[in-house]
């Protein structure tokens, strides 16, 4: 395994096989996640995250891949950040999409979510993924409770 390759990427994690998942890439590593076919590049980091690249969005782009940013404050996670994230993935599922933040907690807790309240799978499947990354602390452990009664009360999922 050369060190330039796709699982080589901090905290990667493939999720299946149109999503995976991660910490923050180098700009190297933008190239290797393109030449591996992804088509949408997530992002769930503030632009003063921890190795955050201030030109993601134009190295994303001169790759030929779509770029979103949804900028997650780690203390303060919100359900619209929640909602805009579902609207994304639920819009692309046919395309390979990567999703990183600066370490994949954030990622990785909504994609726990998006799993659960989007694609049904139930709780010990997706909490076995979001548990190779992390087990989120108090605060995110609240925050996603919150939003799973949240979802249920209102969409009935």
């Not at 726990?112 to 602390?137: F, M, S, T, V």
Request: glycine share 2%; with cysteine.
């Amino acid at each position: 395994m050369s060190h330039n390759c796709i699982e080589n990427i901090y905290n990667f994690l493939q999720i299946s096989d149109l999503i995976a998942t991660s910490g923050q890439l180098t700009e190297e590593e933008f190239t290797l996640i393109k030449e591996a076919g992804y088509q949408l590049v997530v992002n769930l980091a503030l632009p003063d995250s921890p190795n955050a690249l201030t030109n993601e969005k134009e190295i994303v782009e001169s790759q030929e891949m779509e770029y979103v940013h949804i900028p997650v404050a780690w203390e303060k996670p919100t359900f619209e950040n929640v909602k805009y994230f579902f609207q994304v993935m639920e819009a692309n599922t046919n395309k390979k999409v990567f999703v990183h933040c600066a370490a994949n907690k954030r990622v990785s807790a909504f994609m726990y979510l998006y799993r659960r309240l989007c694609k049904g799978i139930n709780d010990a499947e997706a909490k076995k993924d979001l548990h190779q990354i992390w087990i989120p602390d108090h605060h995110w452990q609240k925050f996603i409770e919150q939003v799973i009664n949240y979802y249920r009360k209102h969409l009935k999922v």
